[in-house]
């Protein structure tokens, strides 16, 4: 089980290294590092960063660490954002978002440094397809000792797929039936055998700034997202969003 590190500057990616290595020690993953050099592209700066080593590769990043995905045993690549506000995607970032293989851990200068991890928000939208991001918390990032704040924020429009489970609509009704609501939605969605607490939590308003206000609340070292693998129409405005706004790393999983 590994998370490969992909570094493009030591120095520029000292957050991303720090904040992934803690990650793969609460996973209990290997970390492996990787530069891939693109054509004309510059030099690493540093062969070592924080003590690990890092394997340079030339090629096209994109489709080079697809392949490493692909060919090792890696359950998450991270990368680093390059910059703290407007579009710091980067085109390597982008192609593996609209290419999802594995989990993307990504770090933006300046976000909340992973060094324990304690409590993380998973966004539920409450559909089957969406929960992915949950399963993956609850298999890789379950513990006892931590805590993972299932968020579920209402909005005008619900999912639609079948089998979905979303808040009720009307918001008026007794406190036992939103107690009923929260622990069928945690038994749907939260299977996690390993002692770790879990907490449902609901809000109503806008997804991306409501998950940036809950995550600041709770003092989330992680949030943990279901993508689907399209900016296209408006799709992974919420993505977006938090890319420029999340206070702490976000790991996001591929929708299954």
């Known amino acids: 089980m590994t998370l490969l590190i992909a570094v493009a500057d030591a120095v520029a990616d000292a957050e991303l290294v720090a904040s992934a290595r803690h990650l793969a020690e609460a996973a209990g993953w ?3 590092a990787v530069h891939v050099r693109e054509p004309g592209g510059p030099e690493l700066r540093s062969a070592d960063a924080e003590g690990l080593d890092i394997v340079e590769l030339e090629g096209a990043a994109s489709a080079e660490l697809a392949r490493l995905v692909g060919m090792a045993d890696v ?4 990368l680093g954002l390059r910059s703290a506000v407007g579009p710091g995607l980067g085109h390597v970032t982008q192609a593996l978002l609209e290419r999802p293989t594995a989990p993307l851990l990504l770090v933006r200068p300046g976000m909340r440094r992973l060094t324990t ?4 928000v998973v966004p539920l939208e409450g559909s089957p397809s969406a929960s992915s991001a949950m399963r993956h918390a609850d298999d890789a990032l379950c513990k006892r000792g931590r805590e993972i704040v299932m968020l579920h924020v209402v909005t005008r429009s619900t999912p639609d797929e079948r089998g979905s489970f979303p808040a009720p609509r009307i918001v008026d009704q ?3 039936e939103w107690s009923a609501w929260q622990d069928e939605f945690c038994m749907r969605f939260s299977q996690c ?4 607490r879990h907490r449902v939590c609901m809000r109503v308003g806008e997804p991306a700034p409501t998950i940036v206000k809950e995550a600041q609340a709770v003092a989330a070292e992680l949030i943990v997202l279901s ?3 399209s900016f296209a129409e408006g799709h992974g405005a919420v993505v977006k969003k938090l ?3 999340a206070p702490c790393p976000l790991l996001i999983v591929p929708a299954g």
């Open 227 to 229: 993508w689907s693998g």
């Open 117 to 120: 991890l304690r409590r993380l």
């Open 243 to 245: 890319l420029d706004t």
């Open 193 to 196: 055998p390993e002692g770790g």
């Open 30 to 32: 290997d970390a492996r």
């Open 174 to 176: 007794e406190h036992y």
């Open 75 to 78: 359950d998450a690549i991270a």
